[in-house]
């Protein structure tokens, strides 16, 4: 991320419908998502106002209305839309990380905590 202040929401946690496999699209599993938005948030801090700030309230609800969306085959393509999403709805974010974590996915012979993705964009990749 930029060496700019940040607004996150780390642990987001949904039900929703993406995967590869007929059976994560037919029952769903949870998905955790992880956001923070690279911005400087120094006129917010002096100011004490929110209209100067990034809203993470309403980081949250764009954020769930895309991960409890439109079903999408990679997690790949679900941070790439809350990436995409974020950086046009919030204009004082210079950059953006994503984080979708599968925590009950299912490998075989694997034990693991979960499994995921992790993106970062930026205004300047044309997002």
Avoid: C, W
Wanted: net charge neutral; proline share 3%.
């Amino acid at each position: 991320m930029d060496d700019l202040d940040e607004v996150f929401l780390e642990g987001l946690r949904f039900y929703a419908y993406h995967g590869v496999n007929p059976e994560e699209r037919a029952l769903g599993q949870r998905f955790v998502v992880d956001v923070r938005l690279a911005a400087d948030l120094r006129a917010a801090g002096r100011a004490d106002d929110l209209a100067a700030t990034i809203n993470y309230s309403a980081v949250y609800k764009r954020v769930r209305a895309i991960v409890e969306g439109e079903p999408r085959a990679l997690i790949e393509a679900v941070a790439e839309a809350v990436a995409a999403d974020l950086l046009a709805g919030f204009p004082r974010a210079r950059s953006v990380e994503v984080t979708v974590r599968k925590p009950e996915v299912a490998l075989k012979g694997a034990m693991l905590v979960a499994a995921g993705v992790r993106i970062r964009r930026t205004r300047e990749d044309g997002v």
